[in-house]
């Protein structure tokens, strides 16, 4: 079964930081985009960052740069995003996707994971 599973959420204060694992089953990352995004209700979803399993390649959303880091243990199968001076504005639903490298869409998604950041 083809799965990703988003873990590390929970509750931080501004200033702290957290780190989001995404596990991916049935699939291995290679050839794959990872991406992770946000979303709060009634907000549009965000993408926030991606690494290409291919090149290394990454992208971060302006909000975040600087902040976070998105890396990739191809070994592991995991994409990890490391989130430090976390804001109140970070809280959201992450979630992560993936997209075949060079594909449009993102095809595979998680379940999501809450990060809450209190002031």
């Known amino acids: 079964e083809v799965q990703l599973v988003e873990s590390g959420g929970g509750l931080v204060k501004a200033g702290g930081s957290l780190r989001l694992s995404c596990a991916a089953s049935g699939f291995t990352l290679d050839d794959y985009t990872i991406g992770w995004f946000r979303q709060v209700p009634g907000k549009e979803r965000e993408g926030v960052s991606s690494?290409?399993?291919?090149?290394?390649?990454?992208y971060y959303a302006d909000s975040v740069k600087g902040r976070f880091t998105i890396s990739s243990d191809n070994a592991k199968n995991t994409v990890y995003l490391q989130m430090n001076s976390l804001k109140p504005e970070d809280t959201a639903v992450y979630y992560c996707?993936?997209?075949?490298?060079?594909?449009?869409?993102?095809?595979?998604w998680g379940q999501g994971t809450q990060v809450t950041v209190s002031s």
């Open positions: 690494i290409s399993s291919t090149d290394g390649t990454t």
């Open positions: 996707a993936a997209r075949l490298s060079g594909a449009y869409a993102y095809t595979q």
